[in-house]
């Protein structure tokens, strides 16, 4: 970038005085530094990062290949079940995708249910349903029994411990209607579903611990502020001593 | 003070205690305690604003050149942390998990870039406003004005955000639909701009700075000792929240931690939360990367913050106005997104629901049970933050009016009076503007914002950067780049919007995904830089007294 045509040019990349020769070089290494940290590190992550599925995705392929071939057991259907309350535990959850993970968790408890006990649950899921919907606070004696009636009730079914998280999450998922039958736009969603939320892009930047931190996850969010303001001070500090050493002042 | 006003003000503490428990619900009344708290913030920042009056023109726009390095730090990080830093930033992460650092990485790394880059040559330069230096550097009183309208649509597009940040925090306090906390936030921030956007702005900014710091970190403070984290700096001590959310947090048999609702410390494993463009968030690497570039290169062409170059008193202050700022800045921004992971387990209870994402950390510091007076304290803060960057975005954007567009180019004899007339319309109808855009609600705070970065940066950062290291730049290659950049700005935000409006435009999803409002600057920049050198090279070079200037006051 060079106007030649007149004296006075100015060119960042073709300095005429030592000090801009000097502020050039310090640029350049300063944004060769600064333009690897931050994309360089986020190609490398991109490069070697490999799909991971959680222990939940596992169980869930195990299960839903004897499920979707008509020849599942209980034990399948516990793993889907608990699958499917690992996905809607999460914040994350669109709510497009609810009803899918909602309708196939019914159809599982349903089926694992005794059928002598069927009818009283679906009552009790209706009766839940009922309650939540009409209350002003979540302190409401009917609906913290109905809830804790559910989850006490399913979660030996489904074979979820007491402390594991997921109980608290069994009432939000049910669906009275249709639980006997699983409906065919589940079957065709819910694997794309369980992929995209049980499925991660993990590598051994992601897996090593630093602080407390995945090392990715500290790298990105905590070391590379403390870099630029590390180059900026560095930038800050080379350049006035070189004025200094120049006899350049302000 | 007087002994006779203390039993006053003690009268008021019981009262204001008592009403501050109302802070517990997470939506719904009146809050009176963070009510009181908030009006008090505002009524103390007019008041040092009176007290340190800016005494004519030139006190105004540079402050008298006379800010300290540490001062003008502070200046820059009150000016930059906005509603977008203090509310969206936590948002985007809660939301979009490791595809919000984006946002982290561009907002500070562009720093880098202005300093090294600019800081000192702008300063050298010695205009006051960006409408002033490519009016001078390129010649043209036409591209002066081009100048000034690029810096009322930033300024626009950048409080559109705040407002949204407002209104959340108004509906929060006063309890009211977001429409409703809309109008009245934006009524109450164009009354506090009109009473305070003459007054000592930089000095008031220090005192923004101190007030919106501490008001951010006090709740953190007490949420990493509440919760059990290392709390003498939760900056490092929530790296073990985000690895317990990886990992999931199962029930315990003691219930010894629990949220406001009630509901355990717990939560079912989430990699998606730290996992880079995991497929759950719906975030590619390319939106990471175009997200982080878009943001950075923002930075170094906002006028608002280039602007802040003009008030120090030399060229090695404005470099190091830069390295402090930036520290500031970081301060908040390496505790950010420790709100997203303790408001991702807070809330993970269904029972929960679903929370508005930019108000997730007045949310999260409510969920776990912080004092309702220090929850107050901390959205009192959101709403200064927005004000702050509300209020000298408004300035500046009735500035480019009054004094690039109306005094320069439509009535160069217009008297001090119909000028400050015009400044003050000019802010009215901005904030009309922009709040009728705001009641939108077309994303979230940091997205909005995203979008003014991506303007500038297609715009703003070309003509800077061009014109301060290159004396080829002449006023046709700018022109030209001009036309290239805002050609890419319109048909991005053309689609955005039409997107919004629920219109469907040719090739959307392509232009959407690669043009997206808050990156397209990813293309936008390199393709003005590009048209502007190649234009400048095939047309008449730039005056001789142009270059001259250039290495006489700003290279030498």
Known sequence: MENSSEGYHISFFKPTTERARYNRNMVIWLVSIWFIAIFGFQILLKVIGKPVPQAEYLSFENAWSNIDGGNHTGADLQELAASCLSVLGKITLAPEDKPVLDDAFSWCVYHLSPEGTRQDLLNEIVNYRQTSAGISTIEDPEYIRSKSFLSVKISPLLGISEYDVRRNIIPFALEAEGMGEMKPETKGNLPAVMEKYLVHNQSVLTDIKFLGFPFHYFYTAVFLLILFVGLCWLYCVRIDARNKKLGFSD | ?556
Not at chain 2, 7 to 32: C, N, R
């Open chain 2, 1 to 556: 003070m007087k002994k006779r006003y203390i039993p006053l003000l003690l009268a008021f503490v019981p009262s204001t205690l008592q009403a501050a428990a109302a802070a517990t619900e997470l939506e719904g009344s009146f809050k009176v305690g963070p009510a009181i708290i908030l009006i008090a913030i505002l009524v103390l920042f007019v008041m040092i604003g009176i007290f340190f009056r800016a005494k004519d023109t030139t006190d105004f726009y540079a402050a008298g050149r006379s800010i300290s390095r540490v001062g003008s730090g502070m200046a820059i990080a009150s000016n930059w942390m906005s509603a977008a830093s203090f509310l969206g930033m936590a948002a985007l992460m809660y939301g979009s998990g490791y595809h919000g650092l984006a946002y982290v990485v561009g907002w500070t790394g562009g720093y880098v870039l202005l300093l090294i880059l600019m800081a000192g040559q702008i300063r050298r330069y010695g205009k006051y406003t960006a409408a002033d230096f490519i009016g001078d550097r390129y010649y043209s009183q036409s591209l002066r004005a081009v100048g000034a309208v690029i810096a009322i649509l930033i300024s626009i597009a950048y409080c559109v955000g705040q407002f949204g940040g407002i209104g959340l925090m108004f509906r929060w306090i006063l309890g009211l639909n977001y429409g409703l906390s809309v109008i009245i936030g934006g009524a109450v921030v164009l009354t506090y701009t009109l009473i305070s956007g003459m007054l000592g702005v930089t000095k008031n900014m220090q005192v923004q700075y101190v007030i919106i710091i501490l008001s951010f970190l006090i709740p953190l403070f007490i949420l990493t000792a509440k919760f059990d984290y290392f709390w003498l700096l939760p900056q490092i001590g929530y790296g073990s929240v985000v690895t317990d959310v990886i990992q999931g947090v199962p029930l315990s048999e003691s219930r010894q931690l629990v949220n406001s609702l009630g509901h355990e410390f717990a939560m079912v494993p989430a990699p998606e939360f730290a996992m880079p463009w995991d497929p759950a968030s719906g975030q590619t690497f390319f939106q990471w990367i175009a997200i982080a570039f878009s943001l950075m290169i923002g930075t170094a062409g906002l006028p608002h913050v280039i602007q802040r170059f003009y008030v120090v008193p030399k060229s090695s202050d404005a470099r190091w106005s830069v390295v402090w700022g930036l520290f500031f800045i970081c301060i908040l921004y390496w505790s950010a997104p420790a709100y997203a992971a303790f408001g991702t387990i807070l809330s993970a209870n269904p029972e929960v629901g679903k929370l508005a994402k930019d108000a997730i950390v007045v949310y999260t510091a409510q969920l776990g049970s912080v004092h309702p007076l220090i929850v107050g304290l901390l959205a009192a803060g959101g709403v200064s933050a927005a004000f702050s960057t509300v209020s000298g975005l408004l300035v500046a954007g009735s500035s480019a009016f009054a004094h690039d567009l109306y005094v320069k180019v439509i009535h160069p004899t217009a008297r001090p009076k119909s000028q400050l007339i015009a400044a003050r319309l000019g802010t009215i109808l901005m904030a009309v503007i922009v709040t009728l855009l705001a009641l939108k609600n077309w994303a979230l705070i940091g997205q909005l914002v995203a979008v003014a970065f991506s303007l500038a940066g297609c715009t703003i950062f070309p003509l800077f950067l061009l014109g301060i290291w290159w004396s080829g730049s002449n006023k046709q290659g700018a022109i030209a780049g001009l036309i290239a950049g805002g050609l890419v700005s319109v048909i991005a935000i053309t689609y955005f919007i039409a997107g919004r409006e629920g219109l469907e435009l040719p090739f959307h999803d392509f232009i959407s995904y690669w043009l997206e409002a808050w990156y397209f600057a990813i293309f936008g920049a390199p393709l003005s830089i590009i048209v502007h050198i190649v234009v400048a090279k095939l047309t008449k070079p730039t005056p001789v007294e142009i270059r001259k200037f250039l290495i006489e006051n700003v290279h030498s």
